[in-house]
């Protein structure tokens, strides 16, 4: 039955996204962290195997959209947000301010973390300052609004980074902070609210607030949006944003300062949420109405996860990478260890998420550092270095690498 629901999940999701050939959001064409497509390099430095590489204006940590032959990223330069698109050579062939720009507070924060996203006609980018717009691919604006103006400030203590996702219909953003919590959802082509859910669960203070993603599946039809965040992992109906499913404990002892940075990931009918400041890996079987902890908890580890990265799921297993390197390979339905493994130590961490490319993860550290890991034991095949901080996640198509840094994109070739 597992299994089933998995091909229908995987099959929904390729059906709502893209050709191989795209990368319309932060986390791939299927939103678990898996690339299509092979061939991909495994060996590259700042003189090696790149085909180009272009400065960005000011600073981003947000990972780049890719739609045929434009790549869309944004950044912060000069109190301004800003929108770029650039050609397949990383040409630029438009830029669009939106907003002032909030700077970040943290050294890997920015103005304009949250990643944008496409659907192939349009790119939505949203930004910390609450800054939200819709803009065709000729870079004009369809519409913008700024979510704090129309519903109150962000309390946040930290840099916002959660990126928007999209539905058939909506493109939906997650607000979780200490105060007014929700989902909302815009009509993609006007911009009007189509519906806004409440999402105030009672987590304590900092506990309350998550940096996280939301995700969205479909199964026969059926659209679900999964959000981590303020002890809870919710599964909400994508048409009215009502929520179907709540899964708690995830802070037993009511801890101020859980906030939640990974976002959650689903393959083969399971849902895996790292929490608790790495603290807790747990896994969820989808399904069920109201309050299913006691019923839907698959399997839990505890003194191991991530804070930052989010993990991959895939075809039976799920790769969790923590944010000091150690990498752990479970089978996502029983929760067993497969392999584990230590990538190199260094004074610099992990927020970059790891992506599963043609029988490979690439993992890669803040300093720019990618890992090559094989999947069927842990073994590292290559190692390759930049040297820019880097928080985004690598972009995956035809055959080539973008790795955006803080301010600079490189494509890496062969």
């Given at each position: 039955m597992i299994r089933a629901i998995a091909l229908i999940t995987v099959l929904g999701l390729l059906a709502t996204t893209?050709?191989?050939?795209?990368?319309?959001?932060?986390?791939?064409?299927t939103s678990n962290g898996v690339a299509a497509g092979d061939g991909f390099p495994t060996k590259w430095n700042q003189e090696e195997n790149i085909d180009w590489k272009?400065?960005?204006?000011?600073?981003?940590?947000?990972?780049?959209?890719?739609?045929?032959?434009?790549?869309?990223?944004?950044?912060?330069?000069?109190?301004?947000?800003?929108?770029?698109?650039?050609?397949?050579?990383?040409?630029?062939?438009?830029?669009?301010?939106?907003?002032?720009?909030?700077?970040?507070?943290?050294?890997?924060?920015?103005?304009?973390n949250p990643s944008p996203t496409t659907d192939g006609d349009h790119v939505f980018a949203y930004f910390k300052s609450g800054d939200f717009a819709c803009v065709d691919f000729d870079g004009k604006i369809q519409w913008r609004m700024n979510l704090q103006d129309e519903f109150g400030e962000d309390t946040l203590w930290w840099d916002l980074g959660t990126s928007p996702v999209l539905t058939r219909e909506f493109v939906v953003v997650a607000v979780m902070q200490t105060g007014p919590s929700y989902l909302a959802a815009f009509d993609r082509a006007t911009g009007k609210l189509a519906w806004k859910?409440?999402?105030?669960?009672?987590?304590?203070?900092?506990?309350?607030?998550?940096?996280?993603?939301?995700?969205?599946?479909?199964?026969?039809?059926?659209e679900t949006i999964y959000v981590l965040g303020a002890d809870h992992v919710t599964a909400h109906d994508a048409t009215d944003?009502?929520?179907?499913?709540?899964?708690?404990g995830l802070n037993p002892t009511?801890?101020?300062?859980?906030?939640?940075?990974?976002?959650?990931?689903?393959?083969?009918?399971?849902?895996?949420?790292?929490?608790?400041?790495?603290?807790?890996?747990e896994a969820i079987r989808l399904g069920g109405r109201g309050d299913v902890t006691t019923t839907h908890?698959?399997?839990?580890?505890?003194?191991?996860?991530?804070?930052?990265?989010?993990?991959?799921?895939?075809?039976?297993?799920?790769?969790?990478?923590?944010?000091?390197?150690?990498?752990?390979?479970?089978?996502?339905?029983?929760?067993?260890?497969?392999?584990?493994?230590?990538?190199?130590?260094?004074?610099?961490?992990?927020?970059?998420?790891?992506?599963?490319?043609?029988?490979?993860?690439?993992?890669?550290?803040?300093?720019?550092?990618?890992?090559?890991?094989?999947?069927?034991?842990?073994?590292?095949?290559?190692?390759?270095?930049?040297?820019?901080?880097?928080?985004a996640t690598p972009v995956f198509v035809d055959g080539k690498i973008l790795i955006r840094t803080m301010e600079s994109l490189y494509c890496v070739g062969k």
């Open positions: 893209t050709s191989a050939e795209n990368w319309p959001g932060w986390r791939g064409p272009v400065d960005l204006p000011g600073r981003g940590g947000s990972t780049p959209a890719v739609w045929e032959n434009t790549i869309f990223v944004t950044s912060g330069d000069e109190g301004k947000n800003l929108l770029l698109a650039l050609d397949r050579s990383g040409n630029e062939t438009w830029r669009l301010e939106l907003g002032s720009e909030r700077p970040g507070k943290h050294k890997k924060g920015s103005g304009a859910q409440s999402r105030d669960l009672g987590a304590p203070e900092e506990a309350a607030q998550s940096y996280s993603t939301p995700i969205v599946t479909d199964t026969k039809g059926t944003g009502h929520e179907i499913w709540r899964v708690g009511n801890h101020k300062y859980f906030r939640s940075i990974a976002s959650p990931a689903v393959s083969d009918g399971i849902l895996v949420a790292p929490y608790a400041r790495g603290d807790l890996f908890i698959a399997w839990t580890e505890k003194g191991i996860g991530a804070d930052v990265p989010t993990p991959v799921a895939h075809a039976g297993r799920t790769y969790l990478c923590g944010d000091k390197g150690l990498v752990v390979c479970f089978d996502i339905r029983t929760g067993e260890r497969l392999w584990e493994g230590t990538l190199e130590k260094n004074r610099n961490a992990y927020s970059s998420s790891p992506i599963l490319a043609d029988g490979k993860l690439y993992v890669t550290r803040e300093d720019g550092k990618t890992f090559v890991v094989a999947t069927d034991k842990f073994e590292v095949l290559a190692e390759n270095e930049l040297n820019e901080l880097t928080v």
